[in-house]
């Protein structure tokens, strides 16, 4: 999901700032080519493991689920790794007009607090919605 969003919204001029536990950065090839396409489109790419650095003024917060389907059995580590990563209110503060962002399916709790996925600020069911008309339209290109 990092990748695509990044080298994605670089395409779109934006700017962009990943925060990870350390080693567990986007591929560095990946960060790469983003930096390049950035440098013709007007955007940025940051990479680095502080949280509240990278939401700090921000528009958009995106997060993903902390365990990939297929890595499960790195759930715990992982836990305990990203605690710091979870987007809730706290590290909203540093973003109080950004929109809050995650493509489902989201786990409570841990990469996402109740309070912003919930809360006003979050859009992530607008979100779901556009991506569902995006995929039909998808579909029907497909197949006619």
């Not at 689920?65 to 710091?84: I, K, N, P, V």
């Not at 841990?110 to 979050?122: H, N």
């Amino acid at each position: 999901m990092c990748h695509s969003l990044l080298l994605t919204a670089v395409l779109a001029g934006m700017d962009v700032r990943i925060a990870t536990p350390p080693s567990y950065e986007p591929d560095a090839d990946v960060v790469r080519h983003a930096t390049r396409l950035a440098k013709n489109t007007g955007g940025e790419v940051t990479v680095g493991n502080d949280p509240r650095a990278a939401v700090r003024g921000s528009d958009a917060v995106y997060t993903d689920t902390w365990t990939s389907m297929g890595a499960e059995a790195e759930a715990d580590l992982r836990r305990l790794r990203f605690a710091d990563f979870r987007v809730d209110a706290a590290l909203l503060s540093e973003a109080p007009a950004a929109l809050v962002m995650h493509c489902l399916p989201a786990h409570r709790g841990e990469e996402i607090s109740d309070e912003a996925l919930d809360g006003p600020q979050s859009v992530v069911l607008d979100q779901a919605e556009n991506r569902l008309y995006t995929q039909q339209a998808l579909l029907v290109d497909l197949l006619t």
